[in-house]
């Protein structure tokens, strides 16, 4: 009965250590997710920067021709927009690369289009209830049982006083003589040890030191959770308040932007503050871009940390 407690435990063992693997492969995947759609921002604002600085310089080119500018303006504009294209060129290396580390994991290639849904993952509950985490959570299921396992060894051990009986079969096939028939025989062996096997002190030894790894690992291994969660939902409410401010933000340089632009064409700004305005337009979208994205993200590591599985 004990072996069999034994190999109950071990076989427990197997599926939490599959549970646990589940866990960190999925772990990496958000990992790279994330990374994707961060690089997807940056790419398609990168081209929204390129497309606003060529438009500016387009409107400097007709003013100078029609001598409203200096060409001290169209070289500032065209560095502006060379700026832009740089800058777009930086980020097409990175999506990139980003695509190519998830297509790597996923076995799939992401849309890759500026209108790319981000998949989000929904909120859990945030009241942790510790008993609870510990019942449910992969890694620390899996060093329960690893404890589990290492107890029943160890139990098994201190009534193993000797080595278990070895059973043992052997086939032949041989002939006497040249030109004889080949006979066919079957040899059965039963070892049986007597007394006590100093191996079987050895073993318990180790069970016992297992053990002991096992339960330090496990009380390591909870804290190690719970602060993963803490710093999880604190990230989360961190990534709310940062979203509000920045689509607020984001309006207001919208608004700002659309102003500039009216009052540029009518010669009552100039070109500096045309190009200041829309740099920081450009960066406030991508803040509230990015915003966006990290509490998304921050709601998948709530999530990973405590051990649930992308849905």
Same mark, same amino acid.
């Given at each position: 009965?004990?072996?069999?407690?034994?190999?109950?435990?071990?076989?427990?063992?197997?599926?939490?250590?599959?549970?646990?693997?589940?866990?960190?492969?999925?772990?990496?995947?958000?990992?790279?997710?994330?990374?994707?759609?961060?690089?997807?921002?940056?790419?398609?604002?990168?081209?929204?920067?390129?497309?606003?600085?060529?438009?500016?310089?387009?409107?400097?080119?007709?003013?100078?021709?029609?001598?409203?500018?200096?060409?001290?303006?169209?070289?500032?504009?065209?560095?502006?927009?060379?700026?832009?294209?740089?800058?777009?060129?930086?980020?097409?290396?990175?999506?990139?690369?980003?695509?190519?580390?998830?297509?790597?994991?996923?076995?799939?290639?992401?849309?890759?289009?500026?209108?790319?849904?981000?998949?989000?993952?929904?909120?859990?509950?945030?009241?942790?209830?510790?008993?609870?985490?510990?019942?449910?959570?992969?890694?620390?299921?899996?060093?329960?049982?690893?404890? !589990? @396992? %290492? *107890?029943?060894?160890?139990?098994? =051990?201190?009534? #193993?006083?000797? /080595? $278990?009986?070895?059973? &043992?079969?052997? +086939?032949?096939?041989?002939?006497?003589?040249?030109?004889?028939?080949?006979?066919?025989?079957?040899?059965?062996?039963?070892?049986?040890?007597?007394?006590?096997?100093?191996?079987?002190?050895?073993?318990?030894?180790?069970?016992?030191?297992?053990?002991?790894?096992?339960?330090?690992?496990?009380?390591?291994?909870?804290?190690?959770?719970?602060?993963?969660? !803490? @710093? %999880? *939902?604190?990230?989360?409410?961190? =990534?709310?308040? #940062?979203?509000? /401010? $920045?689509?607020?933000? &984001?309006?207001? +340089?919208?608004?700002?932007?659309?102003?500039?632009?009216?009052?540029?064409?009518?010669?009552?700004?100039?070109?500096?503050?045309?190009?200041?305005?829309?740099?920081?337009?450009?960066?406030?979208?991508?803040?509230?871009?990015?915003?966006?994205?990290?509490?998304?993200?921050?709601?998948?590591?709530?999530?990973?940390?405590?051990?649930?599985?992308?849905?």
């Amino acid at each position: 009965s004990r072996m069999g407690a034994v190999a109950d435990a071990e076989m427990r063992l197997i599926a939490s250590r599959v549970r646990a693997a589940q866990l960190r492969t999925a772990g990496s995947v958000r990992d790279s997710y994330w990374l994707w759609h961060r690089a997807r921002v940056e790419h398609d604002l990168a081209r929204e920067r390129l497309a606003g600085a060529q438009q500016i310089a387009a409107d400097v080119a007709r003013r100078v021709k029609a001598g409203d500018l200096a060409r001290a303006d169209q070289h500032q504009a065209d560095g502006a927009m060379a700026s832009a294209e740089v800058s777009l060129a930086e980020a097409v290396s990175v999506f990139a690369g980003a695509t190519q580390r998830l297509r790597a994991q996923t076995g799939n290639t992401p849309v890759a289009q500026a209108t790319a849904m981000v998949q989000e993952e929904l909120a859990p509950d945030v009241s942790v209830d510790p008993d609870a985490l510990n019942r449910r959570h992969p890694v620390i299921s899996e060093w329960s049982d690893r404890l !589990e @396992a %290492a *107890r029943r060894a160890v139990e098994l =051990a201190q009534v #193993q006083t000797r /080595a $278990s009986p070895e059973l &043992s079969f052997a +086939a032949t096939r041989d002939r006497g003589q040249f030109g004889d028939a080949y006979q066919q025989s079957l040899t059965v062996g039963l070892r049986m040890p007597l007394g006590a096997d100093s191996r079987n002190q050895a073993r318990l030894a180790t069970a016992q030191a297992d053990a002991i790894e096992a339960e330090t690992q496990l009380r390591l291994e909870q804290e190690q959770v719970l602060i993963g969660v !803490e @710093a %999880a *939902r604190v990230q989360l409410d961190s =990534a709310r308040t #940062q979203l509000t /401010a $920045s689509d607020r933000r &984001s309006q207001l +340089a919208r608004e700002l932007r659309t102003f500039i632009q009216k009052s540029f064409r009518l010669g009552e700004t100039d070109l500096p503050t045309r190009l200041r305005i829309e740099l920081e337009a450009i960066d406030a979208e991508r803040q509230a871009a990015r915003a966006r994205i990290e509490l998304a993200a921050s709601i998948s590591a709530l999530r990973q940390a405590l051990g649930l599985l992308p849905e």
